[in-house]
T-cell receptor
Framework: GAGVSQTPSNKVTEKGKYVELRCDPI?????LYWYRQSLGQGPEFLIY??????ADDSGLPNDRFFAVRPEGSVSTLKIQRTERGDSAVYLC??????WGGGNQPQHFGDGTRLSIL | DAKTTQPPSMDCAEGRAANLPCNHS???????VYWYRQIHSQGPQYIIH???NNETNEMASLIITEDRKSSTLILPHATLRDTAVYYC??????????????FGQGTILTVHP
């Protein structure tokens, strides 16, 4: 079946620009997560949605980062006034239902590689 | 999240079993242990998870010690395509860590011919 899909796979833009990254979760998965991975590091949590609402956004680095999931399926991560330090791979994952004590594994897409020039 | 400790790197010959250890001595009674791996330029791939009992699926086996302070991921017949970074994660069972995975540095497994 179809896995988590992320578009675009690569994005190059200039410092100061606005970018949107899209995530299509696995059909039927109500939980959706965004992570960011810098070179040589493990993924770092950004935000978690249960349905349409952000249940935990504690990982967003600052107010330039924002994410939405208006219909409880597709999610968009938005970055305003991009900086060179925002360059990373942005990963999306989805899972069945709430994490629920750890019985629902997250399934990841292959990410969007964002490069800020 | 319970802190996990893994060796930074391991080698394995193709066709042999790869045994990847993980220490999670601060794990609480209702926290699961999850294993993911990441091959270069791909997203993390879920492998297996468990709570108390040993688990096996088509990819691997997970052996959890009786005191739950450590576990071992076993790839029974490693292939070159199993070369990857392997992450052992014990996400929190409640509180603010609910819903998020905290990735450490993982173990770089290299399978050689």
């Amino acid at each position: 079946g179809a896995g988590v899909s992320q578009t675009p796979s690569n994005k190059v833009t200039e410092k100061g620009k606005y970018v949107e990254l899209r995530c299509d979760p696995i059909s039927g998965h109500t939980a959706l997560y965004w992570y960011r991975q810098s070179l040589g590091q493990g993924p770092e949590f950004l935000i978690y949605f249960q349905g349409t609402g952000a249940a935990d956004d504690s990982g967003l680095p600052n107010d330039r980062f924002f994410a939405v999931r208006p219909e409880g399926s597709v999610s968009t991560l938005k970055i305003q006034r991009t900086e060179r330090g925002d360059s990373a791979v942005y990963l999306c994952a989805s899972s069945l239902g709430f994490w629920g004590g750890g019985n629902q594994p997250q399934h990841f897409g292959d990410g969007t590689r964002l490069s800020i020039l | 999240d319970a802190k996990t400790t893994q060796p930074p790197s391991m080698d394995c010959a193709e066709g042999r079993a790869a045994n990847l250890p993980c220490n999670h001595s601060t794990i609480s009674g209702n926290e699961y242990v999850y294993w993911y791996r990441q091959i270069h330029s791909q997203g993390p791939q879920y492998i297996i998870h468990g709570l108390k009992n040993n688990e096996t699926n088509e990819m691997a086996s997970l052996i959890i010690t009786e005191d739950r302070k450590s576990s071992t991921l076993i790839l029974p017949h490693a292939t070159l395509r199993d070369t990857a970074v392997y992450y052992c994660i014990a996400p929190g069972a409640g509180g603010t860590s609910y819903g998020k995975l905290t990735f450490g540095q993982g173990t770089i497994l290299t399978v050689h011919p």
